[in-house]
């Protein structure tokens, strides 16, 4: 899909000061966002990475973990894959993740949630996420979990009680999606 007309879906930002103030709006949000990301974490991966697409169509796990973080790094001249700065990323990611997960599993990470990147219909239900080029492979301790959720800047100190609150709320949701598969998962 090249172009998503007005009549398929609207850009979130567009709706979200109304939905984030509404108890049901900001749930049917926040259990979309759940499924999504548990969807997502439903087929784990070998390793680290990016997905591509080949000259065939076929797509396959790169090497390289392409983050936005990284893209928008790399946009403005700061060069983030030269070996030495390669190699401290590995030693901090070995640091942040668990040692009984260092062989994965690894799980597809969406870096690029942003509002703008979401589409809802007229029910407000998630219809489409866009910009997922930014999609990698990553350990569970680095999922991505939504920042934007009370509109406001993250150095705004009366900005963590409310976040807080909205992430309890949010998280809350993703605990209970996931539990259909928890016992899949630990049947395994």
């Known amino acids: 899909?090249?172009?998503?007309?007005?009549?398929d879906g609207q850009v979130l930002p567009k709706q979200w000061d109304q939905i984030r103030h509404n108890s049901a709006g900001r749930k049917r949000i926040f259990r979309d966002l759940?499924?999504?990301?548990?969807?997502?974490?439903?087929?784990?991966?070998?390793?680290?990475?990016?997905?591509?697409?080949?000259?065939q169509g076929f797509l396959s796990l790169g090497n390289?973990?392409?983050t936005?973080?990284?893209?928008?790094?790399?946009?403005?001249?700061?060069?983030?894959?030269?070996r030495d700065s390669a190699r401290i990323r590995v030693k901090v990611l070995v640091r942040l993740v668990s040692r009984t997960?260092?062989?994965g599993p690894f799980f597809l990470t969406l870096t690029d949630l942003?509002?703008?990147?979401i589409f809802i219909d007229k029910s407000g239900a998630i219809k489409f996420i866009v910009d997922m080029e930014w999609a990698c492979a990553l350990p569970v301790e680095m999922q991505f979990l939504p920042d934007w959720l009370t509109d406001r800047?993250?150095?705004?100190?009366?900005?963590?009680?409310?976040?807080?609150?909205?992430?309890?709320?949010?998280t809350n949701y993703v605990e209970e999606e996931e539990k259909p598969y928890l016992h899949e998962t630990i049947s395994r």
Do not use: H, Q, V, W
């Not at 899909?1 to 009549?7: F, G, Q």
């Open 1 to 7: 899909m090249d172009y998503i007309e007005d009549s």
């Open 34 to 55: 759940a499924r999504i990301i548990i969807s997502l974490s439903r087929s784990p991966m070998e390793r680290i990475g990016s997905l591509t697409i080949d000259n």
């Open 64 to 66: 390289r973990p392409l």
């Open 68 to 82: 936005i973080d990284l893209g928008l790094l790399e946009r403005e001249g700061i060069e983030s894959i030269e």
């Open 101 to 103: 997960r260092l062989k």
């Open 114 to 117: 942003r509002p703008e990147n």
């Open 153 to 170: 800047c993250m150095d705004d100190e009366d900005y963590l009680p409310e976040f807080s609150s909205l992430y309890e709320e949010f």
